[in-house]
């Protein structure tokens, strides 16, 4: 589905990204941990097609294409959801509404006609329920006056409204209490099929006790420097990232 | 001798369109440029209007050729010459095209965009009419239902001669001939407008803007307007249209005057899209309007506005709140880009006891515009027990473009409660990006964006036009950003 091959990125001339390679298939769950300022969400950026950053060289193909040059609608188009680690408000705009436009451009640009009302409110009814969410928490402003909580629930309620192939979330289990981290993650889970896959970047195991991933790679200063089960973030967990930064640097 | 081209033609019509100021046509029955007393009064004449309007003109041109032209509001143009202006062009009866396929098929995109029907792009563009009967019956079942209800609705023209009790009592009662530099002027030379009368305890029963839209597509380079809502009486009044106003008269100055008696409500919503220039700030109109509404005793007028055109805007439109418990209400959404320059807000005078009012400003600035909001809150000595809500929200798109506010607050008594909020946000890149990020373009997103930052405003213009202004906000910032 996803494969990243050498890929380099750059932000303001500075390099983050040092050739990074990653195969995703589609029914599988991967993570990627890392210390701080590895290059984590740079790479999530990249896959989404933020403009500011700039692929110096290596390729991304989504389901057999090269998307490098798509812009990021596009890439949405195609099924890549990114959950942000910080989401943005929009005051005025309330989620009800910035959902429909987000299914009906995305239908458009299939060539599709609009969701009829009916079957968009059935369908926000269906996910809302699925996430636990509050109705009167669909029309209030986007992430506007939420708590961290619901900023990161309201990601994976559109998550479920967009339906995509590849989810990346970033660092979505941030500013999470214990519950609302189940309920997040068991919306992520109840979401994954044998069809789509998902990218999770955390910087703890404990997400991970809920997302149960089939690899875990460890990014270090623009490179995937280990990869395996999830029996590596444990590892991580217990000795923290020092011993794999010594490794390394050997 | 070099062939004769269309190009030259086209050339040639664009220099005679700046010289004379205005569409140059043979058939159209024109005055000689420049203004003095001969040219008021052949106005007057030309218009059959009784001695006392006449004189009225004559008084108003007098108090003008005393006055300068204001410098205080925030915009930068160059001062039209008031001597190069022909002031009065009969309306022309023949249509300029002939079929939809003639016009500019820029403005017919445009037209599509907002949804505008065909036979209404007709009208708009000045397209010969096929018998249009649904339009004409309608129109027809219109002034049926007003007579009915004893509403007089007409051009002011039409009123002067059919009311002249009701005109002369009330024209210039709110905007005095003297009031300011553009009043006076359109006070001298005014070539038609609106008259809208309610009986009293009559609830107009449809918006007249269905009216308007219909029958007035066109309006005149100084217009008039006056509205009166007898004791207890309701009208929801609609002006302009969302369709673009090529109108090739540089400068407008219109005068709006509405008078709310005891008990009386008036709604006013504007929408104005006159020709703002083109992308690098070159022609466009320049629209100074003076717009002012009074308010007796538990009466209330409510200004909607959505500003998108014009070169340069300078309109306030106020509440005089003189009854005791009156309410004045403003909302307004102004959008510039490019070049253009808007100076607008408006003007709450506290007199009675118990007034309120509430103000709500919406500037949008994209491209190299300027955009200010100015306001006054005047609480007179008098006024026990006043309430204001001001709050000024600017939206700022890319790094060129301005925002500003002028709010003034003269509070002579101690019993008034004032609030005034202001915030100034900036379309962010993080913003367009997560939209992006949802499959929505950036255009799209922007237009998301400017329509939630201005909700409360469309919120309160009547349904059907509450769409197409949303679709106008959209139209007006295409292109702004990326």
């Not at chain 2, 002034?143 to 210039?172: C, D, N, Q, R």
């Not at chain 2, 003007?347 to 400003?361: A, C």
């Not at chain 2, 349904?463 to 139209?475: C, D, N, P, W």
């Amino acid at each position: 589905m996803l494969k990243i091959k050498n890929l380099h990125a750059s932000v303001e001339d500075k390099s983050i990204l040092k050739g990074i390679n990653l195969e995703i298939k589609p029914g599988e769950v991967h993570a990627i941990m890392g210390p701080n300022g590895s290059g984590k969400s740079t790479l999530a950026s990249v896959i989404a097609g933020k403009e500011d950053y700039e692929v110096t060289d290596g390729d991304i193909f989504f389901e057999g294409q090269d998307i490098n040059e798509l812009a990021t609608e596009e890439r949405a188009h195609k099924g890549i959801f990114l959950s942000f680690q910080y989401p943005v408000e929009i005051p005025g705009v309330s989620v009800t509404n910035f959902m429909k436009t987000a299914i009906n451009e995305t239908r458009k640009a299939k060539g599709l006609e609009d969701m009829p009302a009916k079957d968009m409110l059935k369908l926000i009814r269906e996910k809302a329920e699925l996430l636990e969410i509050d109705r009167k928490f669909l029309s209030r402003s986007l992430n506007e006056g939420f708590s961290g909580g619901e900023k990161k629930r309201n990601e994976i309620f559109q998550m479920a409204m967009l339906e995509p192939k590849l989810a990346i979330l970033d660092e979505t289990d941030s500013g999470l209490d214990i519950d609302a981290l189940r309920i997040v993650a068991n919306g992520v889970n109840k979401l994954k099929s044998k069809d789509n896959a998902v990218l999770v970047i955390t910087h703890y195991q404990r997400l991970l006790d809920y997302i149960v991933p089939d690899f875990v790679h460890v990014l270090y200063n623009g490179r995937i420097v280990k990869s395996g089960t999830k029996e590596l973030a444990h590892e991580l967990e217990e000795k923290g990232y020092d011993w794999i930064k010594e490794e390394v640097n050997a | 001798m070099n062939k004769y081209t269309e190009d030259d033609l086209r050339e040639e019509l664009k220099t005679k369109e700046y010289e004379y100021g205005f569409y140059t046509d043979i058939e159209s029955d024109t005055f000689p440029v420049g203004l003095n007393e001969d040219i008021v009064k052949a106005i007057s004449l030309k218009k059959e209007e009784p001695q006392w309007m006449t004189n009225w003109r004559l008084e108003a041109f007098k108090a003008w050729k005393e006055m300068t032209e204001p410098e205080w509001a925030n915009v930068h143009y160059v001062k039209p010459d008031f001597q190069a202006i022909s002031y009065y062009s009969a309306p022309n009866s023949k249509p300029k095209y002939n079929s939809l396929d003639e016009v500019d098929p820029e403005l017919l995109a445009t037209f599509a965009k907002l949804g505008i029907s065909i036979d209404e792009q007709k009208k708009l563009s000045n397209v010969a009419m096929d018998v249009v009967v649904d339009s004409v019956s309608v129109a027809t079942t219109f002034k049926k239902t007003l007579g009915e209800k004893g509403i007089i609705f007409m051009s002011i023209s039409e009123a002067i001669k059919e009311h002249p009790e009701l005109v002369k009592k009330y024209i210039g009662s709110v905007v005095p001939q003297k009031d300011n530099f553009y009043a006076a002027l359109n006070s001298a030379v005014f070539s038609d407008g609106s008259f809208c009368y309610i009986p009293k305890g009559v609830h107009c029963p449809m918006e007249l803007s269905t009216y308007f839209r219909i029958n007035q597509a066109g309006t005149g380079q100084f217009e008039r307007t006056l509205v009166i809502a007898d004791e207890g009486s309701y009208v929801s009044y609609l002006e302009g249209c969302t369709a673009p106003s090529r109108d090739e008269n540089q400068l407008h100055a219109a005068v709006v005057e509405l008078i709310a008696l005891d008990n009386a409500e008036i709604k006013y919503s504007t929408v104005q899209n006159w020709y703002p220039g083109n992308a690098e700030g070159k022609g466009g109109v320049y629209n100074f309007v003076t717009k002012r509404g009074l308010c007796e005793t538990n009466a209330k007028i409510s200004w909607t506005q959505v500003e998108t055109g014009s070169a340069v805007t300078w309109k306030y439109p106020s509440c005089v709140l003189k009854g005791d418990n009156s309410v004045g209400e403003f909302y307004s959404i102004a959008v510039t880009n490019n070049y253009q320059q808007a100076d607008t807000g408006t003007k709450m005078i506290h007199l009675g006891k118990n007034t309120k009012s509430t103000i709500i400003s919406k500037g949008i600035s994209a491209g190299k515009s300027q955009n200010s909001y100015r306001g006054l809150v005047k609480i007179s000595p008098n006024a026990d027990n006043t309430r204001n809500f001001s709050q000024c929200d600017s939206l700022l798109m890319g790094n060129e473009c301005g925002a500003h506010t002028f709010p003034y607050i003269e509070a002579k008594n101690k019993t008034a409660r004032i609030e005034h909020e202001a915030t100034t946000s900036k379309i962010g890149e993080d913003q367009i990006f997560y939209c992006n990020q949802r499959g929505i373009s950036t255009e799209k997103a922007i237009a998301l964006i400017v329509n939630g930052f201005s909700k409360d405003v469309l919120n309160k213009l009547p349904m059907e036009f509450a769409v197409e202004a949303q679709k106008l906000l959209e139209i007006s910032l295409e292109g702004s950003v990326g």
